[in-house]
């Protein structure tokens, strides 16, 4: 017998889902820069294939959004602690990709300014 889909298993797929998403759309966007680049077209400026990458966040933003208000709402109609439980693993799930790639993103600006402020002026 199945149980019956409640909010919190909502949040619990989409953060499992958001997971998978982005670890597939990092190994894409790698891909495609590996590509761009042995073709000799390494370039400080966005690609084309940068861009349709970053066009494939779109989803997943609202699908963290819907993870995390779902999350909030499955806590809060949870009967048993298991029910709570599984609303706050999902919404945890739903906000570690944001929070991890904030985390990266800003430290390779960080390491970008520190190697450009160590370069001689010309």
Do not use: H, Y
């Amino acid at each position: 017998m199945t149980s019956p889909l409640t909010w919190d298993r909502v949040s619990l797929w989409c953060g499992i889902t958001g997971l998978i998403a982005t670890a597939i759309i990092f190994l894409i966007a790698t891909v495609l820069r590996g590509i761009a680049e042995g073709r000799g077209r390494s370039s400080a400026l966005l690609t084309g294939a940068d861009i349709a990458v970053m066009a494939l966040f779109l989803p997943l933003a609202f699908l963290s959004i819907v993870g995390v208000i779902s999350g909030i709402i499955g806590r809060k109609q949870a009967v048993t602690l298991e029910q709570r439980v599984r609303g706050a693993r999902g919404i945890l799930l739903n906000v570690v990709p944001w929070i991890v790639g904030t985390a990266v993103v800003s430290a390779l600006v960080m390491a970008a300014a520190a190697l450009m402020s160590a370069l001689p002026l010309q």
